[in-house]
């Protein structure tokens, strides 16, 4: 009787040992920016510091974007935001930043005090920012871009005849407990110029004519400056050389006198 001998071979896998290898090694040149820290705020409302991290440390662009930080805020209607960074050396340079944001107000009450015919639409679009939600009703008040603003208005009245136009500081009326602020614009307009006499120079009589013509305006009409530049243009295509445009302010007639100097055909 013969045996059966199976034999059996087992073969066991051997895993190597785990290795535990070192952390990677953190970049702390004293030349770069390593860690931005936020206390006071939500790291998102101060995005521009918080992506500092990692950068090149420049006392000067923080300063700048320190200010661009709490100007978003005050656009997003904290008004009285406010940003301190305090800097100091660990791995690099570390930010921290404190950020108090102050109590939020929109606005409620947008308006001007005067009474001239300037049109109302217009004033409001003039001062109206970042798609009506800076300085229009429902937006947040930010009272550098509404000086700014101002400003532009104010050239705005010279060139429609108002030139003696002053606007003030707006007066604002803040509400704590409804979160709201209240604007009003204070504007001295003065009376409104006319045009006076309209005089062309230089060419012959025809084309002094035509100047004249082209300009499309009359004297006692109210002065704009964008209509009067609108017909300078028009006359110089068509006499084709260079006009001149003088205009002279007549304080005891409330007027302004124009004056087309024909030169060189082009």
């Known amino acids: ?78 008004p009285r935001a406010h940003i301190d960074v305090k800097r100091h050396e660990a791995c690099g340079i570390e930010l921290a930043v404190n950020v108090d944001r102050g109590p939020r107000f929109r606005i409620t009450q ?25 300085n229009a009703v429902g937006g947040a008040y930010v009272e550098d871009r509404m000086d700014r603003a101002l400003t532009a208005l104010t050239r705005r009245y010279h060139e429609s005849g108002w030139i003696d136009a002053k606007i003030g500081r707006p007066v604002t009326t803040y509400d704590e407990n409804r979160g709201s602020v209240a604007v009003v614009v204070p504007i001295e307009p003065g009376p409104r110029y006319r045009i006076g006499a309209i005089h062309a120079h230089g060419g012959g009589v025809a084309s002094r004519s035509i100047a004249i013509n082209a300009l499309g305006i009359r004297g006692g009409d109210w002065y704009d400056a964008s209509q009067v530049k609108t017909g300078i243009d028009r006359a110089r295509r068509r ?3 260079r006009i001149e445009l003088r205009i002279d302010v007549a304080p005891d007639h409330k007027t302004i006198d124009i004056e087309a100097r024909l030169g060189e055909i082009q």
């Open 1 to 78: 009787m013969q045996r059966l001998i199976v034999s059996a071979i087992v073969i066991i896998g051997c895993r190597p040992a785990e290795v535990s290898y070192p952390a990677l090694a953190r970049d702390c040149s004293p030349t770069r920016i390593g860690k931005v820290t936020v206390l006071g705020a939500p790291v998102a409302d101060v995005a521009p510091l918080a992506v500092l991290e990692g950068t090149f440390d420049d006392q000067e662009r923080t300063a700048r974007v320190t200010e661009v930080a709490t100007e978003l805020l005050q656009v997003r209607g904290y």
């Open 110 to 134: 947008l308006g001007f005090q005067t009474d001239d015919r300037f049109p109302e639409d217009e004033r409001v679009a003039a001062v109206a920012d970042a798609l009506g939600t800076v």
């Open 239 to 241: 006499l084709d050389r």
